[in-house]
């Protein structure tokens, strides 16, 4: 099982950037997906999830409307939409998989397998 965060980079506050996760070793028919980042000295937290089954997601309150999770099967890759940047999105990104099917989880303790993150710094 192995995960390849990629996308991040430099963009000023108000521009996007769309993260990607390629999946290798597991199907996403079978894994659920979790985004999760980590700013300078904090710790890391939940950001979005897609479920395994039928990809269905959930992304927390202060992403929602500007963040986007989806997956392409084919690709088995799981992407991360992120519009309407902000500074405080500084942070890099992880994705993690676990092998689970129902509602995806949005806590780090929950997921197995974990990519090598990407570095998003938002400023202007």
């Known amino acids: 099982v192995q995960l390849q965060a990629s996308g991040g980079g430099l963009v000023q506050p108000g521009g996007s950037l769309r993260l990607s996760c390629a999946a290798s070793g597991f199907s996403l028919n079978y894994y659920a997906i979790g985004w999760f980042r980590q700013a300078p000295g904090k710790e890391r937290e939940g950001v979005s999830c897609?479920?395994?089954?039928?990809?269905?997601?959930y992304t927390e309150d202060s992403e929602e409307g500007r963040f986007t999770i989806s997956r392409d099967i084919a690709k088995n890759t799981v992407y991360l939409q992120m519009n309407n940047l902000r500074p405080e999105d500084t942070a890099v990104y992880y994705c993690?998989?676990?092998?689970?099917?129902?509602?995806?989880?949005?806590?780090?303790?929950?997921?197995?397998?974990w990519g090598q993150g990407t570095l998003v710094t938002v400023s202007s």
């Open positions: 897609i479920s395994s089954s039928d990809g269905s997601t």
């Open positions: 993690a998989s676990v092998k689970r099917p129902g509602t995806c989880p949005m806590l780090d303790w929950e997921y197995d397998y």
